[in-house]
């Protein structure tokens, strides 16, 4: 047999078993994916699916937590093609140091997030860096849930940040965790406008 041969052998083999998983899924429906972990890109791969969605001729819609006082690239794009944000605005936690401050903010976004969860229009909605939160217990986490839950049913919720509760890994379809190797930042690098914001 030939190194071509078993090549072919090889391929065709994980070709039938990839093809029976895909005929295996049958059901079709808005999911829950949740992208969490100690490593970057977790926005950057909440914010690719955005992308993806409005490429496809999709509506989707930005709730953005935790941050918002830096320019965003993606909102840049984003918003020019018709994509809503609803944006916290006060920056990182440990900036504001005021709590009932950021509890108000986060109310507010979230005020807007469940106009956007409520509206089958959507078709995909983004919670960027709500993890932090229910985490740190800005929003109530029954409502959170619920809301998401109770979302219309062709409607994919993405949901970021660091520290998901078990109720949001409970309640996702996909829960994908990124991993922290290796990161510029804590060797010195700065942050860099058009890579890392």
């Keep these: 047999m030939t190194t071509q041969d078993k090549h072919q052998k090889k391929s065709q083999k994980l070709k039938e078993k990839v093809d029976a998983s895909i005929a295996q899924a ?4 808005g999911l829950v994916l949740l992208i969490t972990g100690n490593g970057k890109g977790k926005s950057t ?9 409005v490429g496809h001729g999709y509506k989707a819609a930005v709730a953005q937590f935790i941050k918002g006082t830096w320019e965003c690239g993606e909102r840049n794009l984003l918003e020019s093609h ?9 920056g990182f936690t440990w900036d504001t140091q005021d709590r009932e401050a950021d509890i108000i903010a986060a ?39 619920d809301t998401i839950s109770s979302r219309p049913p062709e409607q994919s919720v993405v949901i970021t940040g660091r520290g998901a509760v078990a109720s949001l890994r409970e309640i996702a379809d996909t829960v994908s965790e990124i991993k922290d ?13 058009g890579v890392d914001w």
């Design 26 to 29: 049958t059901e079709e429906r």
């Design 45 to 53: 791969a909440g914010f690719g699916v955005v992308t993806r969605c």
């Design 82 to 90: 018709g994509v809503p944000f609803s944006v916290m605005a006060t």
């Design 107 to 145: 109310t507010e976004v979230w005020k807007e997030a469940k106009k956007y969860l409520a509206d089958p229009a959507y078709h995909v909605v983004l919670l960027d860096e709500l993890t932090y939160m229910l985490g740190y217990k800005y929003l109530d986490e029954k409502e959170v849930l």
């Design 181 to 193: 190797i290796k990161h510029a930042y804590t060797a010195g690098v700065k942050a860099r406008k």
